[in-house]
């Protein structure tokens, strides 16, 4: 599931959802879905179907359908190679980066260049797909008025499920996505 950013079209009139999501499954059709906020589920909706969409950032997609292919296309490449990290931008872009020359970690001066960020928070996942891994990000991301992520924001709903985990939370700004060791 990817959380997209919409931007209220020019000259419209009214507000746009809080929460809206563009739901992804391989081989399904992609779905935009609405969570309540009362009751906390999630309702299919057209009512955005008009296209295009645009990614914070990055390219225009003609069809929900279209943008749901290429969310597809790079979450399957997101887990990093060995003694690396992947860097998911807030456009959907997903970049190798490796240690300084000579390091076989991190340091904190090389994270606060990767993430433009002033101080950085490390989430854990202790359980799902991401379990072993660590999300690195600008710790004032959503203060600082940041765009979501919408892959490490897919992520992060791949470990704790709107289905059964509250509040909704999103990621904002770009994002690390690597094993623990190369953060010492």
Known sequence: MHNTELVKPEGAN??????????????????IVALCGT?????????YDGGPYQVVGGDTY???????????????GMLPAEGGATLLGVDGSTREVRP?????SFGLAQLYALLEANYIDVH?????????????????????????????????????????????DVVAGPVLLMKSALLR
């Not at 009751?39 to 009512?47: I, R």
């Not at 300084?100 to 076989?104: D, L, P, V």
Request: glycine share 8%; hydrophobic share 30%.
């Open 124 to 168: 854990c996942p202790q359980h799902g797909p991401y379990e072993g891994y660590i999300l690195v990000f600008d710790d004032e991301g959503k203060d600082r008025r940041r765009p979501i992520n919408p892959l490490a924001t897919a992520a992060w709903y791949e470990t704790y499920p709107l289905e059964h985990y509250s509040p909704v």
């Open 39 to 47: 009751t906390g589920k999630l309702f299919s909706t057209t009512s």
């Open 14 to 31: 009214f507000p746009l959802p809080p929460r809206l999501f563009l739901r992804t499954a391989p081989g399904q059709p992609a779905l």
């Open 100 to 104: 300084e020359k000579g390091r076989k």
């Open 62 to 76: 003609a069809t929900r359908q279209a943008l749901g292919a290429f969310f597809q296309t790079q979450h399957a």
